[in-house]
């Protein structure tokens, strides 16, 4: 076999070279990281889960109109997707006060906002990944007006879509980021949704129990990882239920 070009390493993914035109391999890595990355293990079987719990949201996204990169998915670690133009932009989408918003403004975790509130983050991991403003969006051209309102609508979108997934089975949408690119067809550019859709990039708490079933298990020590994002998978019918677990996480030094 000819050995495939890398073309991006993150935290989570490796991408690499399509078979085809203007396509990419997205492989999803065991890794798990915090804290800009400061914590660090390898929990055995993540890549799995999140990569076909991504290729079912994608799915359904798709069926619902909302355009995103997913093309297929190729094996239980890998999937093809549509080669983008990423825009340096994280657009995380809050329901319930959590994470760094509770704390930035003195909130309970858990204080229900009184509508969806939008907010965008610099992809610079060197800065920590900073909030910006539209206007230093558009200072800086990171991306335009228009960008911006199809962002938001995109963002909305997809907020609407997983949330009354979630809450179908049990779980609450507290929050999520998503990445968004850049597609060219002719003259004429329209914005995807790209990157991942996974436990990785929402927080999600258990209806009953308020249980955390996000990488905040992770961040915080509240358990096993692997047990929770199979939690999830199970409840939206991408593993049975009776199917077996991940084994537990494998500490990196």
């Not at 293990?41 to 079912?56: H, P, Q």
């Not at 850049?182 to 003259?187: A, I, K, L, S, T």
């Not at 996974?198 to 298990?217: F, H, Y």
């Not at 509240?222 to 999830?232: C, Q």
């Amino acid at each position: 076999m000819a050995r495939r070009r890398m073309i991006y390493e993150g935290k989570a993914k490796i991408l690499y070279e399509g078979p085809e035109p203007d396509t990419l391999i997205q492989y999803f890595k065991d890794d798990a990281t915090a804290f800009n990355a400061e914590k660090h293990a390898v929990i055995e079987g993540k890549g799995v889960l999140n990569n076909r719990m991504s290729e079912f949201f994608m799915t359904g996204l798709s069926q619902i109109g909302v355009p995103n990169h997913f093309i297929r998915r190729l094996n239980m670690r890998e999937q093809l997707v549509r080669m983008v133009e990423i825009i340096p932009l994280e657009v995380v989408v809050r329901n319930v006060a959590a994470g760094s918003m509770a704390k930035r403004l003195g909130m309970n975790e858990g204080t229900e906002l009184p509508r969806p509130i939008i907010e965008f983050y610099l992809k610079d991991d060197a800065l920590g990944d900073p909030m910006v403003t539209e206007e230093h969006i558009i200072a800086f051209n990171w991306a335009s007006q228009q960008d911006i309102d199809d962002m938001i609508a995109l963002a909305l979108r997809v907020n609407d879509y997983m949330s009354g997934l979630m809450y179908g089975v049990g779980i609450k949408l507290v929050d999520f980021k998503i990445e968004v690119g850049r597609v060219f067809e002719g003259d004429f550019q329209r914005l995807i949704v790209a990157d991942e859709i996974s436990p990785d990039s929402c927080r999600l708490w258990d209806i009953q129990s308020g249980r955390k079933l996000d990488k905040d298990v992770f961040r915080h020590e509240l358990g096993d990882l692997s047990e929770a994002y199979t939690e999830v998978a199970r409840r939206l019918g991408v593993l049975p239920r009776n199917g077996a677990t991940t084994k537990g996480p494998k500490l990196v030094q």
